[in-house]
C-alpha cells in the first residue's frame, strides 16, 4: 500500500528565510509524488508533481522538491519565505496503477513571520 | 467559471438528516473525485467516477454514503441520517483524464448538530 508521512505538523519561519517541509513516501512501484497547498477558505492547488522524469521538480511561486529513492522522500524547498506562503502543505502520492486516487499526508502548517 | 464549483458552501445539518452535495466539474472532464477532510487532517479518498460511471467507491466509509453521476457531468454525494462524526468538509476534484492533473473544488463544509 503507499503512503505518505510529513515529518512536521507545524513549521515557522521567518519572512526571507529558506523553507524545508519534509515527506517520506512509502510505495511499492514508483509513485507519482505531488505536493498542493491549501490556502484558508481556498480550494487545493497543486504546488508540482513528480513522474519519473527529473528527480528535481520545480513549481509555481518557486517552490521545488527533490525525489530521492534511496531516502524514500520528497521534501519541500523554497530559497526564500514570502508572507503569501503562509498556508496548509500536502504531501501527497497518486494510486497511478488504478484510479488515480490520491493519497494526502496529514499536512504541515506553514507560518511566515515578517 | 472554469473552476469545480461545489455547494452549498456551507450545511449545517441536524443528526439524523439526509444532505445532498453538488459539484460541478470543469466541463469536459471525465474523471471525477469525492473525498473528505476532517478538521486538521488530510483530506481522505471517498469514490471516483470515469464519466457517468463509478468505478471506486472504497472509500466510502458506509452505506449511508452514496454517489451518482448520471450524465457523466455533474455529481452529487449524498449522505443519509446523518451523524456527528460526518462533519467535514466535503471535496470535489476533476480531471481532463487519467494521469492528469486534478483540479480541486472548495469544498463544501458540513457540520452536524
Known amino acids: 500500500a503507499q503512503s505518505v508521512t510529513q515529518l512536521d505538523s507545524h513549521v515557522s519561519v521567518s519572512e526571507g528565510t529558506p523553507v524545508l517541509l519534509r515527506c517520506n513516501y512509502s510505495s511499492s512501484y514508483s509513485p507519482s509524488l505531488f505536493w498542493y497547498v491549501q490556502h484558508p477558505n481556498k480550494g487545493l492547488q497543486l504546488l508540482l508533481k513528480y513522474t519519473s522524469a527529473a528527480t528535481l521538480v520545480k513549481g509555481i511561486n518557486g517552490f521545488e522538491a527533490e525525489f530521492k529513492k534511496s531516502e524514500t522522500s520528497f521534501h519541500l524547498t523554497k530559497p526564500s519565505a514570502h508572507m503569501s506562503d503562509a498556508a496548509e502543505y500536502f504531501c501527497v502520492v497518486s494510486d497511478s496503477r488504478g484510479t488515480d486516487k490520491l493519497i494526502f499526508g496529514t499536512g504541515t502548517r506553514l507560518q511566515v513571520f515578517p | 467559471g472554469a473552476g469545480v464549483s461545489q455547494s452549498p458552501r456551507y450545511k449545517v445539518a441536524k443528526r439524523g438528516q439526509d444532505v445532498a452535495l453538488r459539484c460541478d466539474p470543469i466541463?469536459?472532464?471525465?474523471?471525477l473525485f469525492w473525498y473528505q477532510q476532517a478538521l486538521g487532517q488530510g483530506p481522505e479518498f471517498l469514490t471516483y467516477f470515469q464519466n457517468e460511471a463509478q468505478l471506486d467507491k472504497s472509500g466510502l466509509p458506509s452505506d449511508r454514503f452514496f454517489a451518482e453521476r448520471p450524465e457523466g457531468s455533474v455529481s452529487t454525494l449524498k449522505i443519509q441520517r446523518t451523524q456527528q462524526e460526518d462533519s467535514a468538509v466535503y471535496l470535489c476534484a476533476s480531471s481532463l483524464q487519467a494521469n492528469t492533473e486534478a483540479f480541486f473544488g472548495q469544498g463544501t463544509r458540513l457540520t452536524v448538530v
Open positions: 466541463s469536459g472532464h471525465v474523471s
